[in-house]
């Protein structure tokens, strides 16, 4: 049985006895703590997506080796809807002593360019953590489709207008602004279809319905190596581990395209840094083990564990190049 069944399992085997713990911690009045009893009590960890997706295993996987090593129970707390800002918008609002944190993904950064009135500031509101992993996404076609690199699929969209189209998991989605910045970095244009959920999308890649899209390594590369799918680059700004002849868009004449699905931690603002500082040494730590890095390694996923100010870097790069993004491709939800 493989990581991500063993960890689903274990969470939802774990459920009541969590809900039970949080009920407690929701009753435990706010006390000062500096960073040397932290944690004093069991720390809540908000996901805002549900339970069973990347997000939920990853941030339980740390939770667990987290109780582990500090002795105190990380419990997680799935908190879902309206994009996920119902869960970021929980932790904003939160008392800031360490004991309510957030599992954030790219989501977190792009969210403010696509909704109004989110009630919270990603920059403002929140004292990043740590980005704790990274992972490549592929920009794949069927193989039908006459291209085997970046600039040939180019060059195929502008030859044949009207004949480029690529499925994603969702109108606002990371796919989809993922296609949106290659479109209009590359000046082609693509009909974008959106699916609800990206294992859809890769259905019809393979049958034909669709000719391309953006897949993450761990749910497409079994296809890629089976001929089913064609990858033409991935979407870092360095090659994959797991594929390292693949070429990278930034490599394909695009340098400045660098994209990851990233899993992070955060705090509401105010947050001591001494707590803050413990919180992201503890989860470099618990990423770079070799436990868990082999873990991450099979999902096509890499170690980061950054400073809190490494992460602060990434989410203000993020925040406004996702609204150039998403006012470029004029991309609205509902």
């Avoid at 960073?35 to 004093?40: E, I, N």
């Avoid at 009590?41 to 090593?69: H, Y």
């Avoid at 699929?153 to 989809?176: E, L």
């Avoid at 899209?213 to 089913?228: I, R, Y």
Wanted: no cysteine.
């Amino acid at each position: 049985m493989n990581a991500r069944h063993t960890l689903a399992q274990a969470g939802a085997a774990s459920s009541r006895l969590a809900a039970l713990a949080l009920a407690a911690l929701i009753a435990t009045p706010v006390q000062a703590q500096d960073a040397g009893d932290y944690p004093a009590r069991p720390v809540r960890v908000v996901v805002a997506q549900a339970p069973g997706g990347g997000t939920d295993i990853q941030a339980r996987m740390f939770s667990t080796k987290l109780s582990e090593n500090l002795g105190r129970q990380f419990l997680v707390d799935n908190r879902t809807g309206a994009g996920n800002t119902i869960g970021f918008s929980f932790v904003a609002k939160s008392a800031p002593d360490g004991y309510t944190l957030l599992a954030v993904t790219p989501s977190f950064t792009f969210s403010p360019a696509l909704y109004k009135n989110l009630g919270y500031d990603p920059v403002k509101d929140f004292a990043p953590i740590s980005n704790v992993t990274q992972a490549p996404y592929l920009l794949l076609v069927n193989p039908s489709l006459p291209v085997k690199s970046v600039k040939e699929w180019i060059a195929y969209a502008k030859a044949n207008p009207g004949k480029m189209n690529a499925g994603v998991g969702g109108a606002g989605s990371f796919t989809h602004l993922a296609m949106a910045w290659l479109a209009d970095s590359a000046k082609v244009e693509v009909a974008i279809i959106p699916y609800k959920g990206t294992g859809p999308v890769l259905i019809d890649l393979m049958a034909g319905q669709v000719n391309s899209t953006f897949g993450n390594v761990l749910s497409t590369l079994p296809h890629v190596k089976s001929g089913k799918m064609r990858a033409l680059a991935t979407s870092m700004n360095k090659r994959s581990a797991v594929l390292p002849d693949l070429p990278t868009i930034a490599e394909s004449g695009f340098p400045d395209y660098n994209l990851n699905t990233w899993h992070g931690w955060a705090a509401p603002a105010g947050t001591p840094s001494g707590i803050i500082t413990k919180m992201s040494v503890e989860l470099a730590r618990v990423v770079k083990s070799p436990q868990i890095a082999e873990q991450l390694a099979a999902d096509g996923g890499e170690p980061v564990g950054s400073t809190p100010e490494e992460f602060r870097q990434l989410i203000a790069a993020e925040v406004p190049r996702w609204r150039r993004v998403v006012a470029n491709a004029k991309i609205t939800v509902e």
